[in-house]
């Protein structure tokens, strides 16, 4: 079996097939952008993925860097294909250095795009949301911040690949910030803060022994399920606010009739088959990233139909 080349490491070490986390708040907010304006910028559409994908991918490959540092990922026996990092640095087909350069320029590459777009919307609100990007993708693992170690990361994770985004891609459509688009916003933080939740059930061994304090470390699985649960939720019942607005109603709609995988979603998170490491929590992460990948579609698509059937 032939090795990967240094370039092919490079590359799989973003861990690619995940920036889906990252393109689901664009579509959604641009979505929305469209359906209102009646019109649709693919110069900014295609900016705005470029910037939230380079900061995603370099999130990626950061968090490998300093998780290494922390030891998190070398004493991380459980790693499962969404979980525990890329295992690069612990496989020994990168070194922490290569690691890091490459975090900071896929930053860099994210920090472009978003100049270019501040410079052609000339927009104080788009530079703040770039700027919060940035540096909460940086900072969730890098010292001296370490959001990702303080019980608080998974919300920041649920603004900055949710809630911002969503409203940095309508505004770039739109040139406005309404009120209305937050259930939807909220939905997809909503989404991606679940993500990161499962994938935390097998890490947490790991993460409470170098004092990595994550939702299930702090709370203890029982109430983390719950936590999962109850949050899943609350995702429909703002789907079913969006139904208030008539405009926006056939993405509530669609949302909505993803309930069978959300309540497969549920019994796949419980608390007898997270309590310790087996394929169960495996299941539980990708269910939850089909959720994910079916809610966005869902409500980017319904908003989709109703802008082209104005």
């Known amino acids: 079996m032939k090795t990967p080349s240094k370039t092919a490491n490079l590359f799989l070490s973003t861990r690619l097939k995940f920036l889906t986390a990252s393109i689901s708040p664009i579509l959604v907010g641009s979505a929305l952008g469209f359906l209102v304006a009646g019109t649709f910028n693919w110069l900014f559409f295609i900016l705005s993925l470029l910037a939230i994908m380079a900061f995603h991918a370099g999130a990626n490959v950061i968090n490998d860097y300093y998780d290494h540092l ?16 890329s295992r690069f640095i612990q496989n020994y087909l990168l070194s922490p250095k290569e690691t890091l350069i490459l975090g900071l320029c896929l930053f860099a590459t994210g920090a472009v795009a978003g100049l270019i777009i501040v410079l052609l ?29 303080r019980t608080i990361g998974e919300f920041f994770i649920a603004m900055l690949f949710g809630v911002l985004p969503v409203y940095g891609a309508y505004y770039l459509q739109t040139g406005r910030v309404d009120l209305f688009v937050l ?42 399920v719950w936590i999962y649960r109850v949050t899943l939720g609350a995702s429909f019942v703002l789907a079913a606010t969006i139904l208030f607005h008539q405009k926006f109603a056939v993405g509530g709609i669609l949302y909505l009739l ?53």
């Open 183 to 224: 259930p939807a916003a909220c939905i997809i933080g909503i989404l991606v803060f679940l993500i990161i939740l499962a994938n935390e059930f097998p890490d947490a061994p790991a993460d409470a022994a170098v004092n990595k304090r994550t939702l299930v470390v702090y709370f203890g699985v029982p109430v983390s």
């Open 121 to 149: 919307t000339k927009s104080i609100f788009i530079l703040s949301l770039g700027v919060i990007g940035l540096l909460g993708g940086f900072f969730y693992t890098a010292k001296p911040v370490k959001l990702g170690y």
């Open 258 to 310: 993803t309930l069978p995988v959300a309540i497969m979603a549920m019994k796949f998170v419980n608390k007898r088959d997270l309590a310790e490491p087996n394929p169960a929590q495996i299941r539980a992460s990708g269910i939850t990233v089909i959720l994910h990948t079916i809610g966005t579609i869902a409500l980017a698509g319904g908003f989709l139909i109703t802008g082209f059937c104005r």
């Open 70 to 85: 922390s030891r998190n990922d070398w004493v991380n026996t459980n790693p499962t294909p969404f979980s525990g990092g």
